[in-house]
């Protein structure tokens, strides 16, 4: 069942997140953590690196796998999702870079960079906690809505509506990419615990359906209603038709 937590604004979000994570790395200092991008988990990151930097947090033993990245972009762009995690977590924190992961923008080859990101997700022998945001059509890392349910990584067509919304983040509308590489809903689903972040009466439709509405590729991150393990933190705001169509849902 899906629990879902109430943060006042984005500043309380944030905080309540990041000390969920916070206590997933001091449970089991070699935890494998599921990160995300976007502009959502920032002010997650901020926390964390605070707890780093306060020296409650240490992160010299944990590994992460990233969601999604890109397809055609270089670690050194700086709309890659590789530079973003760089720029607000990896390079403020005592992380190895060799216990980061996230898929290659620039292999070419669909089919061999889905395989071997598949490898290193299975080789770290479990998620303990996947990171997730949440676009406005309801898709999570970038499992756009279809027909299915993706399993595996997989090689995404962006939906006009995904290259619209994140073209805030690039010069023209042009420059983002058509295509990305995505961790599959079913490796999502294999996580021992998931966490989604939302924020902003503009995510407050598509939380609504997603946390109440029916279970359905159509909206993928509705299938986090049968995690045995997740929790959605959403500020006011971001709950606002959740809380006028379906209060129950609010434990
Ligand atoms: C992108 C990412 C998603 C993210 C979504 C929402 O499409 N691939 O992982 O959840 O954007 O972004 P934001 O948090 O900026 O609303």
Known sequence: MLKIIKAKD???????????????????????????????????????IKGYEAGDLDFSKVRTVNLDEYRGLTPDNDQSYAYF????????????????????????????????????????????????GI????????NEPAAAFTKGTNCVDLKA???????????????????AYTMGIGSIMKSKKVLLVANGEGKAEIIYKACCGP????VPASILQLHPDAVVVADEAALKVLMEKCPEALN
Do not use: W
Not at 23 to 36: E, H, T, W
Not at 161 to 179: H, L, M
């Open 135 to 142: 676009g406005l059509n309801g898709h999570i890392g970038f």
């Open 10 to 48: 984005y500043a309380d979000l944030s905080r309540k997140a990041a000390n969920i994570i916070a206590a997933q790395v001091i449970l089991k200092p070699d935890s494998v953590l599921g990160l995300a991008t976007g502009s959502s988990p920032i002010g997650l990151y901020k926390e964390l």
């Open 215 to 218: 279970i359905t590729p159509e």
């Open 161 to 179: 509506s995904t290259i619209e919304a994140n073209s805030r983040f690039f010069a023209t509308i042009d420059d983002v990419p058509k295509q």
């Open 85 to 132: 995690m760089n720029e607000n977590l990896f390079k403020h924190i005592n992380i190895d870079k060799a216990n980061t992961n996230l898929p290659d923008g620039t292999e070419p080859d669909a089919e061999k960079e889905c395989a071997r990101y598949d490898a290193v997700l299975e080789s770290m022998g479990g998620i303990d906690i996947q990171l997730l």
